[in-house]
């Protein structure tokens, strides 16, 4: 393999968990910071309990999301017995980390997933990132996280926002839109290039769809 491929490997996948961190954060981080209200709004009074398992899982989740990628990574490597080996390993952890936590319930599990995820993270790119595509740890961390590190006061700020409303359904409806204001105002000063790529598939989507339309 050139170097040459080797560097395209490395810009599409940059490219590709920018786009998917860009997208998943403000989900995650808002599920983090709404779980109560979601809980009242899904299940109803009497499982408030159940919140903190949705904050838990809501980490797992963001985690998965950003280590997910690297399988795409590996088969278009054509390295299908490292898959085999980090799978392996990967379904051992969890196994070990669930089983060591469940004793404690449903929130028990829930953690054990989430200590499982998080330890996950930088292996996943000793072992595959950054052998197969030679991104280095500073790149994969900032490209990861940044989207996150932008959500994260974005939830705060509208949850501070909305906290005052009793309607937890109107509540809900502010800190959304306020969140979602906030982290697209933030991404055009600190994180512009997976938002300007996911608009413009948005776009050549409905370009698309239009031309479909006219025939």
């Not at 599409?12 to 997208?23: C, E, N, P, T």
């Not at 904050?55 to 490597?77: C, D, E, H, N, V």
């Not at 936590?101 to 292996?123: C, E, K």
Request: a positive charge; hydrophobic letters at 50%; aromatic letters at 8%.
């Amino acid at each position: 393999k050139s170097a040459s491929d080797t560097e395209l490997m490395r810009s599409q996948f940059r490219r590709m968990l920018q786009q998917i961190s860009y997208v998943n954060a403000p989900i995650y981080v808002g599920l983090f910071g709404f779980s109560p209200e979601i809980i009242r709004i899904v299940a109803g009074p009497g499982w408030e309990e159940s919140a903190i398992a949705l904050k838990i899982l809501a980490i797992r989740g963001m985690l998965g999301a950003l280590t997910q990628p690297a399988g795409s990574l590996i088969l278009a490597t054509g390295r299908t017995r490292l898959s085999l080996y980090w799978n392996a390993a990967t379904l051992v952890l969890l196994l070990a980390c669930t089983s060591w936590f469940a004793p404690l319930g449903l929130t028990g599990i829930a953690s054990g997933v989430a200590i499982a995820s998080v330890a996950l993270f930088l292996p996943c790119w000793f072992f595959l990132i950054g052998p197969l595509c030679g991104m280095s740890l500073c790149d994969y961390v900032d490209t990861s996280l940044r989207s996150v590190l932008i959500a994260i006061p974005a939830v705060w700020a509208a949850y501070l926002v909305s906290r005052g409303c009793d309607n937890v359904i109107v509540r809900m409806a502010i800190g959304v839109v306020t969140a979602a204001g906030l982290y697209t105002l933030a991404s055009q000063f600190l994180n512009r290039e997976p938002q300007e790529k996911i608009l413009d598939i948005l776009v050549l989507k409905d370009v698309l769809k239009l031309r479909r339309q006219a025939r």
